[in-house]
């Protein structure tokens, strides 16, 4: 079942609602907040430090190239949009709270 934080974009790729938290001890997801996935990110949000750290970690924990994944919206807030693209809906258990990636 799709988590309430991933939809499928008309263009055929996917979009990942989550809500970052810069700066914390490591990278992992905690939990939802305000519908979307809440991920702590390590990296600073300081010149798109945690921009960069977001994609490289959904990427690695579905199992993708970062190439396959695009920051589309909220690059300077909390709330952030991403662009997924691939053909098959990803194992968005992965990013499932608990799990490191």
């Not at 914390?24 to 949000?45: D, I, Y």
């Not at 909220?74 to 662009?83: F, M, V």
Request: charged share 25%; hydrophobic share 40%.
């Amino acid at each position: 079942m799709r988590p309430e934080y991933a939809h499928c974009a008309k263009s055929g790729d996917w979009l990942l609602d989550v809500w970052v938290q810069p700066g914390a001890s490591r990278n992992e997801a905690v939990g939802l907040f305000q519908g979307r996935l809440k991920l702590k990110l390590s990296a600073p949000a300081v010149e798109n430090k945690a921009n960069k750290a977001l994609v490289r970690y959904v990427a690695k924990t579905l199992g993708l190239k970062q190439r396959d994944v695009e920051l589309v919206k909220g690059h300077t807030s909390r709330a952030k949009t991403l662009a997924i693209a691939s053909q098959l809906e990803p194992a968005w258990d992965r990013l499932a709270p608990g799990d490191n990636g």
